[in-house]
T-cell receptor, first 111, second 113 residues
Framework: EDQVTQSPEALRLQEGESSSLNCSYTVSGLRGLFWYRQDPGKGPEFLFTLYSAGEEKEKERLKATLTKKESFLHITAPKPEDSATYLCAVQARSNDYKLSFGAGTTVTVRA | NAGVMQNPRHLVRRRGQEARLRCSPMKGHSHVYWYRQLPEEGLKFMVYLQKENIIDESGMPKERFSAEFPKEGPSILRIQQVVRGDSAAYFC???????????FGPGTRLTVL
């Protein structure tokens, strides 16, 4: 069974203090790794898809990277509006419709 | 282009009643997925549907839960004889084809009294 573990569970940052979130995964044949952002009371918002080790994608202050065992979401010079829960999910080649999610990392950025 | 629509946003039911959750996918999307998010837990896959077909319902409890995506109209997730343990946020997602990014709706928060 696919497994996704995210760490830390919670992260409190000062505005401008860069940090990284980790997503470790076990999947039989990775098709894709997905990052989503979820605000309280709302649905997950798609951020990135990564398909192969070494791949990187960027969007504003966020940068996602992928290795064969884990993915990192780097937040550079965060702002309070970056406060959210960040979710990581994997999709297996054998099951290319099902997303298996981690429990998420809740990021709080203080001004 | 409107996003994924779900209604109602909040639903309160007493034990033993039925809950019906509706999902309208994004325009042009024919693949619908339902996920459940229990308090303090991650999102869990429940069911994958295409128009008029259930493709995979392996994540859905075999009793009391059913899903459909008719030729016309929204996808429906139906929970019969609800129990307190069904209280959760239910999210619908859609994609234009297999393997594409899934776009999520705002969710329906079900509370069972």
């Amino acid at each position: 069974e696919d497994q996704v573990t995210q760490s830390p569970e919670a992260l409190r940052l000062q505005e401008g203090e860069s940090s990284s979130l980790n997503c470790s995964y076990t999947v039989s044949g990775l098709r894709g790794l997905f990052w989503y952002r979820q605000d309280p009371g709302k649905g997950p918002e798609f951020l990135f898809t990564l398909y192969s080790a070494g791949e990187e994608k960027e969007k504003e202050r966020l940068k996602a990277t992928l290795t064969k065992k884990e993915s990192f979401l780097h937040i550079t010079a965060p702002k309070p509006e970056d406060s959210a829960t960040y979710l990581c999910a994997v999709q297996a080649r054998s099951n290319d419709y099902k997303l298996s999610f981690g429990a998420g990392t809740t990021v709080t950025v203080r001004a | 282009n409107a996003g994924v629509m779900q209604n109602p946003r909040h639903l309160v039911r007493r034990r033993g009643q039925e809950a019906r959750l509706r999902c309208s996918p994004m325009k042009g999307h024919s693949h619908v997925y339902w996920y459940r998010q229990l308090p303090e837990e991650g999102l869990k896959f429940m069911v994958y549907l295409q128009k008029e077909n259930i493709i995979d319902e392996s994540g859905m409890p075999k009793e009391r839960f059913s899903a459909e995506f008719p030729k016309e109209g929204p996808s429906i997730l139906r929970i019969q004889q609800v129990v307190r343990g069904d209280s959760a946020a239910y999210f619908c997602a859609s994609s234009p084809s297999l393997g594409n990014e899934q776009f999520f709706g705002p969710g329906t928060r079900l509370t069972v009294l």
